[in-house]
């Protein structure tokens, strides 16, 4: 896969050569992520752990040789003490490029959790246009074609690869079995299993695709309950953490400085209180997008 990752500073191609120094320390890393060859195929990439984890060990030497040397030099020019420059620019640096290492290394798991959301997200829709498709007397063929060329993003994408393996003089029943196991999602594989069982025994693909349809709702509509059973404590957390705690706590400490004589910096403290509100709604609203059930 040659698509440019936004964390890696140069193409993929290129970070690759650039990296091969890195390899041996490249497999002594990949040895404490053992998912990371599964994670590494599912999300498209073709590269092995070794290679990957010594991309990542590449970032972490641009960035912290990037970083640090540019701090030093702003540093230096606006006449700082030689020990501050140190203390300030090599920390800096080594943590925006351990940052990068560690992002790095989990991006694959992150892009098949996405793909996963993306297929999921549109399976349902796909099942009821595959049904209209074979329930009008549209060969299964033709009826893959047509999801290929539609608009259901990745899902579209995956049964294009079905597609392109039964051009290439496969059977229908092979594609879909390659399909089933190479991709992330339970879901997604359970509907295929079912459709090459059926294939297999002789069934009605009509009546097996009806079945998943509603199953398929049925579990959607389980999932978006749990959501919603979900948001209660989150609500209760928001109002405690955003509207009383803030304002008990100005209220009290107030109180307080009052009784015992001390003066505090009411700013300052109000600065604090917004910093904290807003990076608390912020993790709150990724935890709610986070435990969206992939349909709605």
Request: proline share 4%.
């Amino acid at each position: 896969m040659k698509k440019r990752i936004p964390i890696v500073p140069i193409p993929m191609d290129k970070a690759a050569k650039a990296s091969k120094r890195f390899l041996s320390l490249g497999e002594s890393i990949s040895h404490f992520f053992p998912g990371l060859h599964f994670e590494l195929d599912q999300a498209g990439f073709d590269f092995d752990p070794r290679e990957w984890c010594a991309i990542a060990v590449f970032c972490f030497v641009f960035y912290i040789s990037m970083i640090t040397g540019v701090l030093f030099v702003i540093m230096v020019a606006a006449k700082a003490e030689i020990l501050t420059v140190i203390t300030i620019s090599l920390p800096a640096g080594a943590i925006v490029g351990f940052v990068s290492l560690i992002y790095l290394i989990f991006y694959p798991k992150l892009q098949v959790s996405r793909k996963i959301k993306d297929v999921e997200k549109n399976l349902p829709t796909t099942l009821h246009h595959l049904l209209i498709e074979i329930r009008s007397g549209v060969p299964l063929y033709n009826s893959l074609v047509s999801i290929a060329q539609s608009k259901y993003g990745a899902l579209s994408s995956e049964i294009k690869k079905a597609v392109n393996e039964i051009n290439t003089g496969k059977s229908e029943i092979a594609a879909l079995e390659i399909l089933a196991r190479e991709n992330p999602s339970l879901y997604f594989r359970r509907v295929m299993w079912q459709i090459v069982n059926s294939l297999k025994s002789g069934a009605d693909i009509g009546d097996t695709i009806k079945m998943l349809v509603e199953s398929l709702q049925e579990d959607q509509r389980i999932s978006i309950k749990k959501y919603g059973s979900a948001l209660n404590p989150m609500a209760l957390m928001y109002m405690l953490f955003a509207v009383i705690f803030p304002t008990l706590g100005i209220t009290f400490l107030l109180v307080i400085s009052s009784f015992i004589g001390m003066a505090f910096d009411l700013q300052f403290m109000l600065m604090g209180i917004l910093a904290f509100l807003l990076i608390f709604q912020f993790m709150l609203i990724g935890m709610i997008k986070s435990k969206r059930p992939a349909g709605i």
